[in-house]
């Protein structure tokens, strides 16, 4: 069954400095993998998705995330972090077969001034 | 072009009574799914709908249902309330096509439930 864990539940960053969400799925073949971004009482954003295309992708908002199938990760970065970011984030893979995805647990992103 | 609308925005309901969650999917949209998404957590699949049938389900008890309309609209039904499906109901739509493709989920700003 697959399966999405992040690590950290919260993570505080200073304004400027580097964002990394550290994200690993659990599944027999490489799934499709995305970043979605939850303001307070709004829906889920799409940051970014890979499709087994290239490894590297590049979002919105500045934000990439790499894919490493060899630890089976999509960590998320931002080289700097603006207080605007500050947010939840969720990591979902999605099967090829299947539209249903699975999140993880999310990860609120606390930026310091 | 509107997105994805859901309405109410808040509901209060007693165990016990039941619910009705609406959604229209974004301009152009033809499928939808729906999601739980409790306090402090990732949303969970409930269920999706694709050409006004039930396509895929998520681990709900049969007290969840839902129902899609010619135009393409959705409503989530929800039985027999307990105070545990106190939550947010996230509704997301998407075009299927081609029915292999990564076409990307869209998110409605979902539906505050809270069962006292």
């Known amino acids: 069954a697959q399966s999405v864990t992040q690590l950290g539940s919260h993570v505080s960053v200073s304004e400027g400095a580097l964002v990394l969400l550290r994200c690993n799925y659990s599944?027999?073949?490489?799934?499709?993998l995305f970043w979605y971004v939850q303001y307070p009482n709004q829906g889920l954003q799409l940051l970014l998705k890979y499709t087994s295309a290239a490894t590297l992708v590049k979002g919105i908002n500045g934000f990439e995330a790499e894919f490493k199938k060899s630890e089976t990760s999509f960590h998320l970065t931002k080289p700097s972090a603006h207080m605007s970011d500050a947010a939840e984030y969720f990591c979902?893979?999605?099967?090829?077969?299947?539209?249903?995805?699975?999140f993880g647990k999310g990860t609120r992103l606390h930026i310091l001034p | 072009d509107a997105g994805v609308t859901q309405s109410p925005t808040h509901l209060i309901k007693t165990r016990g009574q039941q619910v009705t969650l609406r959604c229209s999917p974004k301009s152009g949209h033809d499928t939808v799914s729906w999601y739980q998404q409790a306090l402090g957590q990732g949303p969970q699949f409930i269920f999706q709908?694709?050409?006004?049938?039930?396509?895929q389900r998520g681990n709900f008890p049969d007290r969840f249902s839902g129902h899609q309309f010619p135009n393409y609209s959705s409503e989530l039904n929800v039985n027999a309330l307990l105070l545990g499906d106190s939550a947010l109901y996230l509704c997301?739509?998407?075009?299927?096509?081609?029915?292999?493709?990564?076409?990307?989920?869209?998110f409605g700003p979902g539906t505050r439930l809270t069962v006292t």
């Open positions: 599944s027999s073949v490489p799934p499709y």
């Open positions: 997301a739509s998407s075009f299927m096509w081609p029915p292999q493709g990564v076409y990307e989920q869209y």
């Open positions: 709908y694709y050409e006004e049938e039930e396509r």
């Open positions: 979902a893979v999605r099967m090829v077969e299947y539209d249903k995805i699975i």
